[in-house]
């Protein structure tokens, strides 16, 4: 069973910074490793991605620019960096994984493994 535990969430004033981990309990260079967001009354939704090798990275166009995705393969981690904070980032973000090492898919329905999902919230 894989686990994904997020940590890094909280409040932060717009143009601030927050930087989101993900510990996963699997080598993550045989894992794609994304990020999606929820926002109440709203579907959860696509932010980040980086292959299991660590090539290959993928952004939601809302994001692009403003938050980067990296991983730490000996520390099994992955974290996501977002700068520029908008009140309309505010939202419960969900670290994902599924197998595999050149993958870097944006669609909800390719991961498998889910975290339980840390708040950020962005004040104006």
């Known amino acids: 069973q894989v686990q994904l535990v997020e940590s890094g969430g909280g409040l932060v004033q717009a143009g601030g910074s927050l930087r989101l981990s993900c510990s996963a309990s699997?080598?993550?260079?045989?894992?794609?490793m994304g990020w999606f967001c929820q926002a109440p009354g709203k579907e959860r939704e696509f932010v980040a991605v980086?292959?299991?090798?660590?090539?290959?990275?993928n952004f939601a166009d809302s994001v692009k620019g403003r938050f980067t995705i990296t991983r730490d393969k000996i520390a099994n981690t992955v974290y996501l960096q977002m700068n520029s904070l908008k009140p309309e980032d505010t939202a419960v973000y969900y670290c994902?994984?599924?197998?595999?090492?050149?993958?870097?898919?944006?669609?909800?329905?390719?991961?498998?493994?889910w975290g339980q999902g840390t708040q950020v919230t962005v004040t104006s």
């Open positions: 994902a994984a599924y197998i595999s090492t050149g993958g870097s898919s944006s669609l909800r329905s390719d991961y498998r493994y």
């Open positions: 699997i080598r993550t260079f045989s894992t794609t």
């Open positions: 980086v292959s299991g090798s660590g090539t290959a990275t």
